[in-house]
């Protein structure tokens, strides 16, 4: 047993050579090559429970009367530690322990890098006094798969009559390896908890301010509303007024693009409610028809109004509804030349409703069509700026008939082929949530 604990590889010699000299038990080649068959089927799986299962393994397979890991971390009024984990045995009652770095037998192991065995307590060893009494303790290093150090796997004897030898040296190393990954494992998936939760409080802020700037957009918009308004009234006759409808279709567009960002913000936000009940297709087809029609006539387009079958009902937020078929239609008229047709259709399918905008337009490619919804994507059709101008449109789209428990597609044969957009709404009421 050695007296100091000093890191001076003289003394790691001597406790190698003490190793060596201690007769193995038996051969346990098979016994060992099977339990690290079994660790290597829980790392892949179970990484959480790794360290229990290793622990478990280093005791049953060396003769240890404890065993347990010893990971590096910094503690706020401490600095470094070594935490105790997956305590069994004896010292199972430690378990989640925390010893400061340079009191703990741990930093000798991780410095020199090898293992090492010593007895316990040891004179320059404060802190332990509480810990049941050991006689001898090995510790080996562990180390992920890049080479950096975490901590140490150890195994502990507390009756005198038995000792370590190589042979369990060499099976802690072993065991080590996959303490190192399962390490590495939990590492990575708290890291990536971390920049997911960071992400998503940078996604909320982003989203606060975009819904506090949309709604400070509208004072100023209704003022200039006002002022176009007066300018027309007071006109006469004969006055150029082209001015006037340029103002006035901007700002017909850019009130659309701040009530699109309001309502995406609430939904995103989990501010939006929908007031749900069942409403007849036919009256939402004509409702949206009649909100574009002034518009498709202005693009010299025809709009087809298809009636669906009688009585045909789904259970939804009509006024929510309408909004995104005249989305869906706003965008088809957008993207057709001059003399197309949209038509505007509803099917029953299954137990669903499905509401289709098919248009004769510029179509899409397979590329669009996989970025099509995506929150502030500006797909490039022919350089001709989405209806939106920001990518706005058709993810607000998604989102609402997502909230319906429902879904929506985009199809196309190609450039130059038109496209369809089909929404997909449960007729019965499934949960359909107002958030």
């Not at 042979?167 to 908890?193: P, T």
């Amino acid at each position: 047993m050695l007296a100091s604990l000093s890191t001076n590889p003289r003394d790691i010699r001597l406790l190698t050579d003490l190793l060596d000299q201690r007769p193995s038990r038996h051969d346990q080649d098979q016994v060992q090559i099977a339990a690290l068959m079994r660790l290597a089927s829980v790392l892949a799986t179970l990484p959480d429970e790794l360290l229990g299962r290793v622990t478990q393994v280093a005791q049953e397979l060396t003769g240890a009367q404890s065993a347990g890991v010893s990971l590096l971390e910094r503690d706020e009024r401490l600095g470094p530690v070594f935490r105790w984990k997956a305590v069994r045995g004896v010292l199972q009652s430690q378990d989640s322990r925390a010893l400061p770095r340079e009191s703990s037998a741990c930093a000798i192991c991780l410095d020199a890098g090898t293992a090492v065995l010593i007895g316990f307590p040891a004179p320059d060893m404060p802190g332990h006094e509480d810990i049941p009494p050991m006689t001898e303790r090995l510790l080996v290093p562990v180390f992920t798969l890049e080479g950096v150090a975490v901590g140490a796997l150890w195994v502990a004897m507390h009756d005198s009559r038995q000792g370590f030898t190589r042979q369990d040296a060499r099976i802690c190393e072993n065991l080590a390896v996959f303490v190192g990954a399962a390490v590495k494992s939990l590492m990575d998936a708290r890291e990536a908890r971390q920049a997911a939760a960071e992400q998503a409080l940078q996604e909320e802020r982003v989203e606060n301010f975009i819904l506090s700037l949309a709604h400070e957009l509208r004072n100023p918009l209704g003022s200039i509303a006002l002022a176009e308004s007066v300018l027309r009234n007071r006109a006469k006759p004969g006055d150029e007024l082209k001015p006037l409808d340029v103002i006035r279709a901007q700002l017909r567009r850019m009130s659309v693009m701040v009530e699109d960002l309001v309502e995406l913000g609430k939904i995103r936000l989990g501010l939006m409610e929908l007031k749900l009940d069942d409403c007849r297709v036919s009256d939402l087809l004509l409702a949206s028809a009649q909100a574009v029609q002034a518009q498709a006539e202005a693009a010299g387009h025809q709009l087809v109004l298809r009636p669906s079958e009688p009585g045909l009902l789904i259970h939804a937020d009509s006024a929510k509804m309408i909004q995104v078929l005249v989305n869906l239609l706003t965008n088809a008229i957008k993207y057709t030349p001059e003399g197309g047709t949209i038509t505007l259709s509803a099917t029953q399918e299954d137990c669903d409703i499905e509401l289709h905008v098919a248009d004769t337009g510029i179509g899409l490619s397979a590329d669009q069509l996989s970025r099509i919804f995506e929150l502030y994507a500006q797909v490039d059709r022919k350089s001709v700026l989405a209806a939106d101008g920001m990518g706005i449109g058709l993810a607000l789209v998604q989102r609402v008939v997502e909230l319906h428990r429902g879904t929506v597609r985009a199809a196309s044969a190609g450039l130059g082929q038109g496209a369809t957009f089909t929404v997909r709404i449960p007729r019965e009421p499934t949960g359909a949530v107002g958030v």
